[in-house]
């Protein structure tokens, strides 16, 4: 254990850290954006509550263009906006916007199909009794929908520790930077190994919680 | 389906008869009914689900309140999309709904929610909410209506006793058997006091047994809270056990409609015949019709279905017959049942005899009210 010096040990925390921000705070936001997104196309969408094709299919092109852009190139397409918005476009600060962003398009695809997964005919039998339309939203689309909204909260979560990875690129650290850094080009395979084995343990722990919250949620 | 190929007899009214049938219906004036269809027709968009089909066709329909009326229908009749123009899930593109007093499409938004909260849904697939318990989806309705949370209790420990579900109040839906899923679905219906009851295939998803249980439920709601109910269905077992009026429809159209025992006694339409004779109808099992013996020389042999109601002895009008008139009668099946809590027999006669006493005979047997209708055999 020779190569985990005082000074790596620091690194590796620090890098677990940025991580957890980058990863965190984007998610955060995501499901904050995300969220609204998906229930604006699931409500304009054909089937929805009030269907509105010349708003649902605009937003729908949005929103899978943002998918289909790979992640290392949105991260500098879109340079100019993260400066803005973050006020600079280097650091774990400025990578969270890009990470936000397409955890967002992302995310509101994942929540989407879950809530074409709430039964209509409870949708039905609200609106029988009275409910009007944000009561259906509020009360019976998005408590229906929750477990399957935990399920696709957790893919995101796994997704970005990916993803966040690749913003080392714009200086963003965090531990997929960390081992590009000193275990690829430094030639350390004990740093290397220890970082994938850190992001093996965090994404086991995420996709274990996520689990467990869902089978608690879903009463079936 | 018994393949009965029945050749229609006129018979005449018994007097007795008409008024039987009218005992049993409620006295209301007839000028207010609970439920007032005119004219409504219904095309759905081609492409989709319907294809460019008309599913209703300038229907009419008035449910009187305090009765039980049945829609029965084959799947794609229209039936479904009837039940829905009465709360306004499904607008017709012509006519009028008007419910309890109220002209439902001249109402704005808000307004026809408040109406909707007058009129109970169940549905077929109970569709209840997967993650909240009995309770919670009891409560629903109520909570939609802004009740407070003491005031939903206290409504919701009034309903469970009503549907026997005391014991299950925080169970969820996945717990429960599909007779209690419906019995929530019922109480949930009732929770904001409606006058008016919608039954959408309610009993369409259960086994024969807890059938028989919501329906005995509906109807001992009904008399309790003075409901009118309309139910729609496929079974015209469901319609005689429970309805006091039925209407038959067919391709988007009502055919016939009357009160039950009408129907069922002297249906008019050929798919009414079809539907009557899933509960009662009575063809001669085939190897019976093999074994009867031939007409002797200068006889001849009749097949009829004989419907009896009410008070007839069957073996004294057998016999009777028999006697009278010098003809053999040999019951080839038969059975007693009941149709609107009347009882009822049906049977399959080969008459024997000569043709003139066999007319005689079959007009005494008229006259007593019997319904004869011959079998082809």
Known sequence: MSWLTPMMQDLLLEAFGQTLVMVGVSTVLAVAFGLPLALLLHVTGPDGLTPRPWLNRPLGLVVNAARSTPFIILMVAIVPFTRLVAGTSIGTGAAIVPLALAATAFLARLFENALREVDPGVVEAAQAMGASRSQIVLKVLVPEALPGLIAAVTVALVSLVGFSAMAGAIGGGGLGDLGIRFGYQRFMPEVMASVVLILILLVQGLQSLGDWLVRRLSHR | ?377
Request: with cysteine.
């Open chain 2, 1 to 377: 389906m018994a393949d009965l190929h029945i050749t229609r007899v006129v018979t005449p009214r018994d007097p007795a008869h008409t008024t039987m049938i009218m005992r049993d219906m409620p006295e209301l004036p007839v000028d207010d009914p609970a439920i007032r269809l005119a004219g409504l027709s219904k095309r759905f968009a081609a492409g989709g689900p319907a294809g460019g089909t008309l599913a209703l066709a300038d229907v009419s329909l008035e449910v009187r309140s305090g009765e039980i009326f049945g829609i029965v229908g084959r799947s794609g009749a229209g039936k479904s999309t009837l039940v829905r123009t009465v709360n306004l899930l499904e607008r017709p593109d012509a006519g009028v709904v008007t419910v309890l007093g109220q002209d439902l499409l001249g109402l704005d938004e808000p307004a026809l929610r408040a109406a909707r909260r007058g009129i109970g849904m169940v549905f077929q697939h109970f569709n209840l909410h997967h993650r909240r318990t009995v309770a919670e989806n009891i409560a629903f309705p109520l909570e939609i209506a802004g009740l407070s949370r003491a005031e939903r209790a206290a409504r919701v420990a009034e309903l469970l006793p009503l549907v026997g579900l005391e014991a299950k109040r925080d169970a969820y839906p996945a717990q429960l058997s599909g007779g209690q899923k419906q019995r929530v679905g019922i109480a949930r219906a009732l929770a904001s006091r409606p006058r008016l009851l919608l039954c959408d295939e309610a009993t369409s998803a259960l086994d024969p047994e807890t059938t028989a249980e919501i329906l005995a439920l509906i109807r001992d709601l009904r008399d309790r809270l003075q409901l009118t109910v309309l139910l729609i269905t496929h079974e015209m077992a469901v319609v005689k056990s429970i309805c006091d009026r039925v209407a038959v429809m067919e391709a988007g159209r009502v055919i016939e409609q009357g009160p039950v025992l009408e129907v069922f006694t002297r249906p008019q339409q050929p798919t009414t015949r079809r539907f009557v004779a899933e509960v009662i109808g009575h063809g001669v099992p085939a190897g019976t019709l093999a074994r009867l013996p031939a007409p002797r020389p200068g006889e001849e042999r009749r097949l009829v279905q004989v419907l009896f109601l009410g008070p007839h002895s069957t073996r004294a009008v057998i016999s009777e017959a028999s006697r009278e008139f010098g003809i053999d009668l040999d019951i080839a099946s038969g059975r007693i049942d009941s149709i609107a809590g009347e009882p009822f027999g049906v049977m399959a006669l080969a008459a024997y005899g000569p043709a003139e006493a066999l007319e005689a005979a079959f007009a005494w047997m008229r006259g007593l009210g019997l319904v004869i209708e011959e079998i082809a055999a």
